[in-house]
């Protein structure tokens, strides 16, 4: 074919080209269109249910993520409820410590929660003396239990041979203690400081 011959051109309007990539809000193809249910945008029971579309007569899949729920949201701290698996200080507040004045550890503090605080040198134990005192048990060497209800700690025997004194005494059964007072658990003595009690409790805040 000569250079005068005619050849074939494909031409597209300047405003095919110039069309924005993203559809507009009439846009007319059907499978863009995703109608959300108030169950969804909310977070309900079907936010991430699948839920078919028709468009065009073939029927499409939807699979719809709702945004998450503000934080804070319907949560209300319940100081008897089980501690969740998560756990986290928000749903496990502090209400006291056992700081170590004397022996292995001396300047070291060790946090107590809501119900029964064991006692040991364990990393198991929810108030874990584990600062080289081989006197103390591994496991439940003495209890510790904070009683939101009557608002009082109370010591009692663990399972260790070794005996517990408190303020000087030999711990013999379930004992009251008092923010201030002294507990004697092998060569280490500490001291214990309650934060919740009558005058305050973190059930009052909610």
């Not at 028709?54 to 409820?81: C, D, I, Q």
């Not at 501690?83 to 060790?110: C, F, Q």
Request: contains cysteine; proline residues 6%.
């Amino acid at each position: 074919m000569s250079d005068n011959d005619e050849k074939t051109r494909i031409v597209r309007p300047l405003e095919q080209l110039q069309r924005a990539a993203t559809p507009e809000s009439d846009d007319a193809d059907e499978t863009r269109k995703v109608e959300r249910d108030d169950a969804t945008m909310t977070g309900g029971a079907d936010a991430h249910s699948i839920k078919p579309i028709r468009a065009g007569g073939e029927e499409k899949t939807v699979l719809f993520r709702p945004s998450p729920n503000r934080a804070g949201e319907g949560t209300m701290f319940n100081p008897l409820a089980p501690k969740s698996e998560s756990g986290g200080a928000s749903e496990d507040p502090v209400v006291g410590w056992l700081v170590v004045v004397k022996g292995p550890g001396r300047g070291n503090a060790v946090r107590l929660g809501y119900g029964w605080n064991s006692i040991g040198r364990d990393a198991s134990q929810r108030a874990c003396l584990d600062f080289g005192d081989s006197q103390i048990s591994r496991l439940n060497h003495a209890k510790m239990l904070y009683d939101p209800r009557a608002r009082k700690f109370t010591l009692t025997l663990g399972e260790g041979t070794n005996p517990t004194y408190v303020r000087g005494d030999a711990l013999l059964g379930p004992t009251e203690v008092l923010s201030g007072d002294r507990i004697q658990l092998g060569d280490t003595e500490v001291l214990f400081l309650g934060l919740c009690g009558e005058t305050f409790d973190w059930q009052d805040n909610t």
